[in-house]
């Protein structure tokens, strides 16, 4: 499988200032001249549309609060073709049995329609740790009997738990290898850490926009 390279169309909102922003048009086109072959971040029927007329692959994005709200969305991007979405799965205070129940209930739909729905480990939803992913992953593969798609972005759970880059392989890799080996979609995000000011200043946490 080709590797594509997605660009989010949130990281152009307001450029290149505000009272002249672009048109949608204008950062679809400058996306694919920059050479990124995807694009994503709440595409609306349009912009898909304008993405394809740019060869650039469309890539979903939904919050799933609710299984309404997956019926819906799944229907609507499979309706217009995109293959692959993204997904905010629940809430950060939601069960983790309830989430489970929207994982299972996501992936069944996503099965039916031939699509890929992959919930993000990200801030405020029922992934924001590595403790509730751990849970979701082994619950849905006992029930399942398969890894369950996730967007891995490892900034918001390095953020959360305010970990230390030694403890990269140990805290956010080494426990879900299986899974990272079998993701389709991932996030670099920039990710500061910590850092130890030159010295022996106190260590401090730089957050990531």
């Known amino acids: 499988m080709p590797l594509e390279t997605v660009a989010n169309l949130w990281t152009l909102t307001g450029h290149p200032r505000p009272s002249m922003e672009w048109t949608p048009a204008r950062k679809i086109a400058e996306v694919k001249k920059a050479g990124f072959t995807a694009l994503t971040g709440g595409l609306d029927e349009a912009a898909i549309g304008c993405a394809r007329s740019a060869s ?117 890799v080494e426990p879900f290898a299986a899974n990272i080996s079998a993701a389709g979609l991932f996030h670099f995000r920039p990710l500061h850490g910590t850092s130890i000011k030159k010295g022996g200043g106190r260590t401090r946490l730089k957050a990531c926009p």
Do not use: Y
């Open 56 to 172: 650039l692959q469309p890539v979903g994005w939904f919050w799933a609060l609710n299984e309404k709200t997956i019926r819906e969305q799944v229907r609507f991007f499979s309706r217009l073709g995109v293959k692959q979405v993204t997904v905010f799965l629940g809430t950060h205070d939601m069960a983790p049995t309830k989430a489970l129940k929207l994982a299972i209930e996501l992936q069944k739909r996503a099965d039916d329609c031939g699509l890929l729905c992959a919930p993000e480990t990200h801030r405020d939803t029922a992934t924001e740790t590595p403790e509730k992913t751990a849970f979701l992953l082994g619950e849905f593969r006992a029930a399942m009997g398969r890894e369950m798609p996730v967007t891995w972005d490892f900034s918001h759970h390095a953020l959360v738990k305010h970990l230390r880059p030694e403890q990269w392989f140990e805290r956010m």
